[in-house]
Nanobody
């Protein structure tokens, strides 16, 4: 029902910045929520940030709070992640996730709350 495509990954030096984008196509609505997770081989998928598309309420993982900023453009059905002050430990495949949060309790930091996933974009931070 929803397709997600990430872009904007690349190679940067420590302290640099990158801006990731996730474009959603399909039947998104006011109750749609989106988020970013990252995956490093050998480690569990880690929550990065999330946003409600309707209100713009944001959530951040402790490791990125103060450095990363999540935003969205509803007219473009696109979510962004501005990553400042990048560190080598930020190196990972960054995955876009989406879901319809209609009823019940949802933990937006939990990957099991999301139903749709992009293929990911590689972010590599060199030291």
């Amino acid at each position: 029902q929803v397709q997600l495509v990430e872009s904007g990954g690349g190679l940067v030096q420590a302290g640099g910045s990158l801006r990731l984008s996730c474009a959603a196509s399909g039947r998104t609505g006011i109750n749609y929520g989106m988020g970013w997770f990252r995956q490093t081989p050998g480690k569990e998928r880690e929550f990065v940030a999330a946003i409600t598309m309707y209100t713009g309420q944001t959530y951040y993982g402790d490791s990125v709070k103060g450095r990363f900023t999540i935003s969205r453009d509803n007219a473009k059905n696109t979510m962004y992640l501005l990553m400042n002050g990048l560190k080598p430990e930020d190196t990972a495949v960054y995955l876009c996730a989406g879901a319809y949060f209609i009823a019940g309790n949802y933990d937006r930091t939990d990957l099991t709350s999301y139903d749709y996933w992009g293929q990911g974009t590689q972010v590599t931070v060199s030291s």
